[in-house]
C-alpha cells in the first residue's frame, strides 16, 4: 500500500514538473521589434499593451532609435525580429542585402512632416520659409535619421537648405529634436506631426509644403534571421487590424 501511494505521488510529482515546465517555456516566447522613434508613445501607450493582452504568451521587447541606426544594427546582426521603420529608404536597403523575409515588408501608415517653434514664439515664424528666421534650427541629421531626411528635401526644394544648415543643430532621432523645441533649446524644428500632438510645449505653424517632400511612409518587416517569424507575423498582422489601425490615427498617423 505504501508502496502504491509513493508510486502516485511521484506520477503527480512528475506531471507537476512537466506542466510547470511547459507553461514556462509558453511564457517565455519574446519577439523583438526595433520601432522608429516617433512610434514610441504609440507602440508603449497602446498597442504592445493591447497585443500582450490578445496573446499573453507572447512577450514584446522593443527599442527605440533613429530608423538609420536600427537598419546599422540589423546589418551588424542584431537579435531582432521586426523592424518599423520612419522611411523606406532604410527598409529597402535592408531587403536589396536580403536581410528582410520574403514578402513581408507591409507599408502600414503615413505622417507628416511639419515645422514647430517653442509654445512662446517669439520670432514670428509662421511657415517654412520663415525657419531662417531662428538662430537655432533642431533637424534630425540626415545621414540617418529620417525625419532629417525629409526635412533636407523639403528646404532644398524650398532653395534654403544651405541656409538653414548654417544654423542647424542635429539631433539623432526625432524625439530629440522634438524636446530641443520643447525646452526652448532651438528657435524652431522639423519633425513629424504625431511628435508634435504630443506636447503642448510646441506648436504647429506649418506643414511642408505640397510637392516639397515625398510621402511619408511607415513600413514594417521581418526579420530573415528571425527565430521567430510565425510570431512575428502575427504581430505584424496585429498591427494591420482595424482595432490597431484606430489606435494609429488616434495618435495622427494615417492609415488604408
Known sequence: ??????????????????????????????????????????????????????????????????????????????????????????????????????DSIIQLMENKIVLIVPENNTKKISKFEDILKADIIAIGDPESVPAGQYAREALTNLGIWEEVLKKASLGTNVTEVLNWVAEGSADAGIVYSTDAAFTEKVKVVAEAPEGSVSKVIYPVGIIKTSKNQDLAKKFIDFLQSDEAKEIFESFGFATN
Open 1 to 102: 500500500m505504501k508502496k502504491t501511494m509513493s508510486l502516485i505521488m511521484i506520477i503527480c510529482l512528475v506531471f507537476l514538473l512537466v506542466s510547470c515546465s511547459n507553461n514556462s517555456s509558453s511564457n517565455e516566447s519574446t519577439i523583438t521589434v526595433a520601432a522608429a522613434a516617433s512610434l514610441k508613445n504609440c507602440l508603449d501607450g497602446k498597442l504592445i499593451p493591447m497585443f500582450q493582452e490578445k496573446y499573453p504568451n507572447i512577450k514584446i521587447k522593443a527599442t527605440y532609435d533613429s530608423s538609420g541606426k536600427l537598419q546599422t544594427q540589423i546589418e551588424e546582426g542584431a537579435d531582432i525580429d521586426v523592424f518599423i521603420s520612419a522611411a523606406m529608404k532604410q527598409m529597402n536597403a535592408l531587403d536589396e542585402k536580403g536581410l528582410i523575409a520574403k
